[in-house]
T-cell receptor
């Protein structure tokens, strides 16, 4: 079952914040976040493991609520380089492989 | 450190023709994945290898798709015969362990005419 991402698209001005959500109908072992720029390969951002931990990567952080089977990606003080499509990938644990959402297209304008 | 290498980067073929994609994962990565990505969608897993063993090929359309990973390093994905609906980007990824972060190659963009 593919996770559901929201919103589908968001447009920001440089310096603004954004939140991208990922929701699954299945119990999750981990959630991965990737960013893909147009015509390029997806690039790994972070993994969140079962346990509700929050992780950070510069001004990008994420949380994982295993009870709600949801993860959120937080982008603070957006930079132009943050533009791209963000995918969450969910791992239910049994197969140890990812099912990706359909992505959230983020555009940061000057 | 070299990343995941894929070739060719682009391929245009006519329907019913065969096509093959090649992937060289990051050295030491035992886990290799082939994904298909349609425009505006996330990657969809086709097959996962642990070393030379295909541990999950349930999403691979076996009537026309085949894959191999001889010696547990390079991998080849083949389509024969190709159909119009196969037009997509085929991504290869590798990871050091099952379930750990994945490193993606640049992909092969296939166009079937």
């Amino acid at each position: 079952q593919q996770p559901v991402q929201s919103p589908q698209a968001v447009i920001l001005r440089e310096g603004e914040d954004a939140v991208i959500n990922c929701s699954s109908s299945k119990a999750l072992y981990s959630v991965h976040w990737y960013r893909q720029k147009h015509g390029e390969a997806p690039v790994f951002l972070m993994i969140l493991l079962k346990g509700g931990e929050q992780k950070g990567h510069e001004k990008i952080s994420a949380s994982f609520n295993e009870k709600k089977q949801q993860s959120s990606l937080y982008l603070t003080a957006s930079q132009l380089s943050y533009s791209g499509t963000y995918f969450c990938g969910t791992d239910s644990g049994s197969a140890r492989q990812l099912t990706f959402g359909s992505g959230t297209q983020l555009t940061v304008l000057p | 450190e070299a990343g995941v290498v894929q070739s060719p980067r682009y391929k245009i073929i006519e329907k019913k023709q065969p096509v093959a994609f090649w992937c060289n994962p990051i050295s030491g990565h035992n886990t290799l994945y082939w994904y298909l990505q349609n425009l505006g969608q996330g990657p969809e897993l086709l097959i996962r290898y642990e070393n030379e063993e295909a541990v999950d090929d349930s999403q691979l359309p076996k009537d026309r798709f085949s894959a191999e990973r001889l010696k547990g390093v390079d991998s080849t994905l083949k389509i024969q015969p190709a159909e119009l609906g196969d037009s997509a980007v085929y991504l290869c990824a590798s990871s050091p362990l099952p379930g750990s972060e994945q490193f993606f190659g640049p992909g092969t963009r296939l166009t079937v005419l």
